[in-house]
């Protein structure tokens, strides 16, 4: 349970817009589409997305979705796990 506090801890470092990065990572959003949804350039998700990984330790991104989900912080945007 140590690990889900640690996890937890860092998802709520996440800032708005890296939550909502985030969120879009866990519904299976390329960068692009991230990118899109947010109205900024793709650099600029690439860099919330670096942050992201940065905060939670991780180096990929399906880390980063599995570290999300298993926390409960955030959840699928459009399927139901």
Same mark, same amino acid.
């Given at each position: 349970?140590?690990?889900?506090?640690? &996890?937890?801890?860092?998802?709520?470092?996440?800032?708005?817009?890296? &939550?909502?990065?985030?969120?879009?990572?866990?519904?299976? %959003?390329? !960068?692009?589409?991230?990118?899109?949804?947010?109205?900024? %350039?793709?650099?600029?998700?690439?860099?919330?997305?670096? !942050?992201?990984?940065?905060?939670?330790?991780?180096?990929?991104?399906?880390?980063?979705?599995?570290?999300?989900?298993?926390?409960?912080?955030?959840?699928?945007?459009?399927?139901?796990?």
């Amino acid at each position: 349970m140590r690990g889900l506090e640690s &996890q937890r801890r860092f998802i709520e470092a996440l800032t708005p817009r890296e &939550q909502r990065v985030l969120e879009l990572l866990v519904d299976g %959003c390329s !960068n692009r589409e991230i990118a899109e949804v947010l109205f900024v %350039c793709e650099d600029t998700a690439k860099y919330h997305l670096k !942050n992201i990984y940065g905060k939670l330790g991780v180096r990929r991104r399906t880390h980063a979705v599995l570290m999300a989900l298993e926390s409960g912080l955030v959840r699928p945007l459009s399927s139901a796990v």
